[in-house]
């Protein structure tokens, strides 16, 4: 039962947490998201498509084990509603994990909750909110889990090509860093062939 309840909770708080369990859990408070900034006049259209993971940040994630991380892609579908299919590949091992999500819109436009599917726990609580994008180079996406008291955050850094200019990333670090995470906590993962493209 417990280890049942412990599988659902990892896919709950997706794949990359679950990538980061057995890390030491640290104490960096999520920042109140009325502190987090939100892309003005964001356009849902726009910023549909295929996004890839240049950077992730988050207090579950070490950069001395950065080379675990490969980079995987993230497809937006909009639906008539508004809402969006998110499906995420990840390559584990020799094989693609697919991981599907939906986004509903929430109080403002460009935050989003969780919409239901079978498998996610009651008493989840995910907050999606886009910090900052051009829509056709890179976007910042922060992302809140909280399930009974425990808050997680991340954030992470897309790109519409497997690589950013190197303003953007220092942009992404001190986005980071404004939320308290520190350069131990940031890390960008390893491009890669398999998974990610198609
Ligand atoms: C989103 O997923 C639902 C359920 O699988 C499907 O019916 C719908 O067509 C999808 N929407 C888009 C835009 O692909």
Redesign the pocket.
């Known amino acids: 039962m417990a280890l049942g309840l412990l599988c659902l909770g990892l896919t709950l708080l997706g794949i990359l947490q679950s990538q980061a369990q057995d890390t030491t859990p640290t104490l960096i408070p999520s920042p109140s998201l009325s502190k987090v900034p939100l892309q003005p006049d964001f356009q849902d259209d726009q910023f549909q498509g295929k996004w890839y993971i240049i950077g992730l940040a988050g207090s579950s994630f070490r950069k001395g084990r950065q080379s675990q991380y490969n980079m995987h892609r993230t497809i937006y579908?909009?639906?008539d509603d508004h809402s969006y299919?998110v499906t995420s590949t990840l390559l584990r091992g020799q094989n693609c994990d697919l991981q599907?999500r939906?986004f509903v819109p929430s109080v403002q436009p460009g935050q989003f909750t969780l919409g239901y599917l079978p498998q996610y726990v009651p008493g989840q609580s995910y907050t999606v909110r886009v910090v900052a994008t051009n829509y056709k180079e890179f976007a910042m996406v922060f992302f809140e889990t909280k399930f009974r008291n425990r808050v997680n955050f991340r954030t992470t850094l897309y790109g519409r090509t497997k690589e950013l200019s190197p303003e953007l990333k220092q942009r992404f670090v001190n986005f980071a860093k404004s939320l308290g995470l520190t350069d131990d906590n940031i890390i960008f993962p390893v491009p890669t062939e398999k998974c990610i493209d198609g």
């Open positions: 579908k909009l639906n299919n599907i939906i």
